[in-house]
Antibody, heavy 118, light 106 residues
Framework: QVQLQQPGAELVRPGASVKLSCKAS????????MNWVKQRPGQGLEWIGM????????RLNQKFKDKATLTVDKSSSTAYMQLSSPTSEDSAVYYC???????????WGQGTLVTVSA | DIQMTQSPSSLSASLGGKVTITCKAS??????IAWYQHKPGKGPRLLIH???TLQPGIPSRFSGSGSGRDYSFSISNLEPEDIATYYC????????FGSGTKLEIK
């Protein structure tokens, strides 16, 4: 079955970049878009962007164009999102989610809680 | 960018009752709307896509309808496990989530 494994938590110093991982299994990694979604404490869901592992085509929410960089490693079926110069505004849970046959995200990881703190 | 206005932000209903959530898009989204259930500590669960198509395994007491800019999502015969926050998502042009509706049981 489709599984997306994410680390449970990351502690990041302000200004130090962090690279979040999402290891996929149970399907053909290069056949589906991978999305990233942010949820700040007490807030709603916010779509960051998506990447297609076959050719690394990326589509971003313009709000995150200077914040998030999406990449993949096809050899390990892992998607990554790097957050640059994190601030307290980046403290949040970050989910990866695979699309449902070209439409909305259907398969979700458990999320990584990122805490930005000195 | 397409904006999604979801309402209400919270609601309370009785077991066995029915609730309805609405989402209004800032432009026609051609029925490309999905609905999610989100519980604390878990990833969101896709319930419905393309306005009214239930995901496999989702009970028929969940339903969706709409067209153009206006969409709704309903849960009938409310059960205790329905306590969650519900989100709409447009995917006609990239993706935009609604602000969420927190459902409580009276």
């Amino acid at each position: 079955q489709v599984q997306l494994q994410q680390p449970g938590a990351e502690l990041v110093r302000p200004g130090a970049s962090v690279k979040l991982s999402c290891k996929a299994s149970g399907y053909s990694f290069t056949s589906y878009w991978m999305n990233w979604v942010k949820q700040r404490p007490g807030q709603g869901l916010e779509w960051i962007g998506m990447i297609h592992p076959s050719d690394s085509e990326t589509r971003l929410n313009q709000k995150f164009k200077d914040k998030a960089t999406l990449t993949v490693d096809k050899s390990s079926s892992t998607a990554y999102m790097q957050l640059s110069s994190p601030t307290s505004e980046d403290s949040a849970v970050y989910y990866c989610a695979r699309d449902y046959y070209g439409s909305s995200p259907a398969y979700w990881g458990q999320g990584t809680l990122v805490t930005v703190s000195a | 960018d397409i904006q999604m206005t979801q309402s209400p932000s919270s609601l309370s209903a009785s077991l066995g009752g029915k609730v309805t959530i609405t989402c209004k898009a800032s432009q026609d989204i051609n029925k490309y709307i999905a609905w999610y259930q989100h519980k604390p500590g878990k990833g969101p669960r896709l319930l419905i896509h393309y306005t009214s198509t239930l995901q496999p395994g989702i009970p028929s007491r969940f339903s969706g309808s709409g067209s153009g800019r206006d969409y709704s999502f309903s849960i009938s015969n409310l059960e205790p496990e329905d306590i969650a926050t519900y989100y709409c998502l447009q995917y006609d042009n990239l993706f935009t989530f609604g602000s969420g509706t927190k459902l409580e049981i009276k």
